[in-house]
Structures are given as C-alpha cells and as structure tokens.
C-alpha cells in the first residue's frame, strides 16, 4: 500500500479549483495579446516548447520559439546537477540566460524539475542519511524557487516519481531512487511542502509518463497517480495539476476513455492537467517520413481527443521545437537507422500537418 505520510504537513483546506487565468497569473494577459503565426490569438490553449541554451547561437532555432511559442520550458537549464554540479555553488548562468531571453520576448516560463533521479550531481549519491537528503533537497528548492520568484508560473515539483512497470513491481508502486531510498516515500509531500512555501505564487505540478496508453501497466499508472494526488491532498498539501509528459509512442494505442475518465477524477478533486512534453517516438514505424508523420498524426490527434474535452489542459507544451535538436533519437533511434520525426517543425523548420491541426484545435478550445 502507498503511504505518503509526512508527520510535518501543516493542515489546509482542500479542494481549491484552478482557472486557466489563476493557473498563468499575470502572465495571462500577457498572453491574449501573444502573436502566433503573426495573429493575435485572444483565447485557447497556450502553447509552448521545451528551449536548450545550448543551441542559442542558432537564430532559427531561436526565431522558431519567438514564433511559435507563448510558453518556454528549459529543458534542462533548471535540472538539479545543472544547477549545483557541486554541492551548495549554485551556478545559475544558463537559467538566468533563457529566463532573459524568454521575458525580453515576452514569454511565460515553467520551470522543470526540482526532483528527478536522473541528471544529479554524482555528490548526491554519497548521502546516506535522512537529516543530509532532508537538507539539500530543501535548500535545492527554496533557492531555485527564491531566484525565479514571480517569473516562473509553475513548476514540475517531482518527475517520474512513479515506478516504470507497476505490474513488474507492484509491491512498489513509486520508482526506486535515491530519494526513495533515503527518505521514504514522504519525500514527495516533503518537496510540495517546501516547494509550496517558497513560492505561493507559483502553481505546483507532479509530472509523469505513460499516462494515456491502452493497457494494464497504464491503467496501474494513472491509479497510483491519483493515489498519490489524493495523498498530497489528505496531507493538505497544493498541487494544482498533474503533468502529462505526452511521449507519444506512434506505435502504441491511446486509451481515449480511460485517459479522459483519470483527467474527470482529477477534476472532481480540483486538480488541473497540463501537456509538459509531448513528441512522438517513431522508432518503430516503417515505411519513411510520411509513414511517420502519418502515424505521428494519429497518435497526437488520439491524445488530444482524450485531453481537451472538458476543462481544458492549463498548456499544452512540446518537448523541443524541430527535429534538429530532440533526445529522441539519442534515446530510442529507429529501429531502421531513420531520422525520427518528433517534433512540430521538420529538421528544415517547416511545420507538420500534425503540428497545424494540433494548433487550431488549441485555438478552438
Ligand atoms: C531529457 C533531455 O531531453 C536531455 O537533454 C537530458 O540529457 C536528459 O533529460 N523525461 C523527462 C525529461 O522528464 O526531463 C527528459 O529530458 C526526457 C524524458
């Protein structure tokens, strides 16, 4: 059974609806007169891309989130070991860089994540005790959050805290890491805590994968996630929405009713959704890029039939802008040796057909 109980959760009311407009704050109106597409776009979805600094000298990469994007996401300007590669210098240059940029441009930011297992400084690792790991992940979080204050409208408070293959595992549902080993499952309410102290302002998110999928190890997913959301509420702690990754494998099914029934349950416990870092996963379509993006054009559709009806998601966000840069095929390349196709705009920055569709639905909606 998953028991998330931290002794030390001050007690709160529950349940507190989140609008689009409280969700983005002042950013909101900032938004309405955003241009996409050199329109002024007076409602629907925002959109946004996850952004690298890395490729920052590359003005199309560039202009690409200027004209595209209401949102940027530091893909992984924000990460733990980028920030404190060694334990307490706090290096801040990249983060602060794309910050500039964004609001120089007039876009909102979120921030991403102050809790992963992945992307630690090897320092991390060395702590074995409570007292230490209750510290640092508390001082990572109050003053990544302190820096940013007012300027970043939500953060991913913990990602992947969900095991890969709960049917694998399921004595333990959460993901079996460093900070589950040292502090027990209460590390998640113990950074919604701190997170929710350090920055009031911003909305606090819990971020995951394999969401939407058709089958019993996503059914499993989506039930332990509401488990958890219901436990951070019991515990009185805010969370005001539950990340989609969105990973989309072309190649899988969605499950369109279950996925819809999950955001409902979320809903009724007043908790929003948000799209944190949809792409496609190809490697296993045959046939070349228009096999590709076809399939890449199902899967998306299938997903956004799951999530927009209803309250819609507070953004919807990609994870990159153009095939030139994504970690997909780093991660999972082709099975045929192909350029996988994950993004909205191709490698020459022309936009897909899914890309075009997915926007005018955001619009509408
Ligand atoms: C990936 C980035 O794309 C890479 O550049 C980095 O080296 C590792 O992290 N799920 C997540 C993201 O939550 O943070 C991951 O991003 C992709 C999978």
Redesign the pocket.
Known sequence: MLDLSDAACVRKPRGRRLTRRAFLGAGAAALALQPAHGQIVPRGIPFGAAI?TDFFDDAAYRQAFIDECDIVLP??EF?FGLVQWERGKFDFTNADRLVDFAQQHGKTVRG??FV?H??NGPWLETIDNEREATAVLTEHIERTADRFKGRITDWDVV??VITHDPLESPSAPLRDTFWLRTLGPRYIPLAFRVAADADPTAKLVI?D?DLEFVGESYNARRDIMLSIVRQLQDAHLRVDAVGF?A?LYAHQKIDVEATARFKEELRRLGVGIIVT?LDVIDFQIQGGPEAQDEAAQVVVSDFLDAVLPGAPPLAVIT?GITDRHS?VDGAMPHADGLPSRPLPLDANDRPKDWYLKMRSRLSAS
Do not use: A
């Open positions: 690298q893909m992984n990460k991403q994540p992963w992945l992307t990602n992947e971020n994968y990754q990973h870092e994870w970690w």
